[in-house]
């Protein structure tokens, strides 16, 4: 079974800091990853895609994929109280009984 | 545009009922996904739909199914419930499929068996 393993934290982050958020997965040809960030008892909105090596930025939001290392990281930069979620990690690997594999999740905390 | 639609919000059903959940896709996406969320197991994948074919499916019994309509509509049924069932349940539309595309999610159905 495909595997996608967060830290769950909490991890907590001083206002105006950088947050930085990581995610290893266990299939080497997963092909897409995805970040998505829920609020407690809502439901997961999509904040970045990445589908190739290297960093993509939009934003404050910077998604970096090390396919290599099996390693996809976000961080962010000015980090505020209004970021303060669970982030989850999410891979495509080509289907099959897995589908997109979700990891459980960070619950990061922004300190004012 | 409008969002990915889920009907209805809350449903509790009684252990062995059956229950059927609804979902409208972003207008002109394709592909439908079904996700179940507790807080111990996370989101874990049902089944996919894509133009009213089951793509992918997850591991979980056959009283979860599913299927898609032409309009891209798509129902979601689990059968004979059990408490273990007690469950959000998302839905999640996207335009080309899993992997091509990103998936949006609606927000999501909270059934509760008893």
């Known amino acids: 079974q495909k595997e996608v393993e967060q830290n769950s934290g909490p991890l907590s982050v001083p206002e105006g800091a950088i947050a930085s958020l990581n995610c290893t997965y266990s299939d080497r040809v997963s092909q897409s990853f995805f970040w998505y960030r829920q609020y407690s008892g809502k439901s997961p909105e999509l904040i970045m895609s990445?589908?190739?090596?290297g960093d993509k930025e939009d934003g404050r939001f910077t998604a970096q994929l090390n396919k290599a290392s099996q390693y996809v990281s976000l961080l962010i930069r000015d980090s505020q109280p209004s970021d303060s979620a669970t982030y989850l990690c999410a891979v495509y690997s080509g289907g099959g009984a897995d589908g997109l594999t979700f990891g459980k999740g960070t619950h990061l905390i922004i300190q004012p | 545009k409008a969002g990915v639609t889920q009907t209805p919000r809350y449903l509790i059903k009684t252990r062995g009922q059956q229950v059927t959940l609804s979902c409208s896709p972003i207008?002109?996406?394709?592909?439908v996904s079904w996700y179940q969320q507790t807080p111990g197991q996370g989101l874990q994948f049902l089944f996919e739909?894509?133009?009213?074919?089951?793509?992918n499916k997850g591991n979980f019994p056959g009283r979860f199914s599913g299927r898609q309509f032409s309009n891209s509509r798509s129902e979601m049924n689990v059968s004979t419930l059990e408490l273990g069932d007690s469950a959000l349940y998302l839905c999640?539309?996207?335009?080309?499929?899993?992997?091509?595309?990103?998936?949006?999610f609606g927000n999501g159905t909270r059934l509760t068996v008893t």
């Open positions: 999640a539309s996207s335009l080309d499929g899993q992997g091509n595309s990103p998936l949006h």
């Open positions: 739909y894509f133009s009213e074919t089951q793509r």
């Open positions: 990445i589908y190739s090596n």
């Open positions: 207008s002109g996406h394709r592909s």
